[in-house]
Nanobody, 128 residues
Framework: QVQLVESGGGSVQAGGSLRLSCVAS????????MAWFRQAPGKEREGVVG????????YYADAVRGRFTVSQDNAKNTVYLQMNSLTPEDTAMYYC?????????????????????WGQGTQVTVSS
């Protein structure tokens, strides 16, 4: 019933920017806690940003703080990830994830195990 669809990935030069979008169907973002994860080939999935309680609480991984910004348009049921000053280390498949608000406190925001819904992913490639 819950569907998440990411878009906005692509290939950019180092120092460039991309904006990823995650559109939800069959549920409302304000009743869920959202996050972006990324996974590079051969590496573990890692949390990038979290946006909880309709965007009231936001979390950033140290590696992206100051460069990435998460935002929500609750009327459009869309979560955005603005990525600036991209580096080759940001190259990965980026996934949108969601968990029902009642379960937001289970594990930390960057623990992939807490999220019950995932998008298909959108590829981000940053060249030097």
């Amino acid at each position: 019933q819950v569907q998440l669809v990411e878009s906005g990935g692509g290939s950019v030069q180092a120092g460039g920017s991309l904006r990823l979008s995650c559109v939800a169907s069959r549920f409302t973002f304000i009743n869920h806690c959202m996050a972006w994860f990324r996974q590079a080939p051969g590496k573990e999935r890692e949390g990038v940003v979290g946006s909880y309680y309709g965007g009231g609480n936001k979390y950033y991984a140290d590696a992206v703080r100051g460069r990435f910004t998460v935002s929500q348009d609750n009327a459009k049921n869309t979560v955005y990830l603005q990525m600036n000053s991209l580096t080759p280390e940001d190259t990965a498949m980026y996934y949108c994830a969601a968990v029902f608000s009642r379960d937001c406190g289970i594990f930390t925001w960057d623990n992939a195990r807490k999220y019950h819904s995932w998008g298909q992913g959108t590829q981000v490639t940053v060249s030097s």
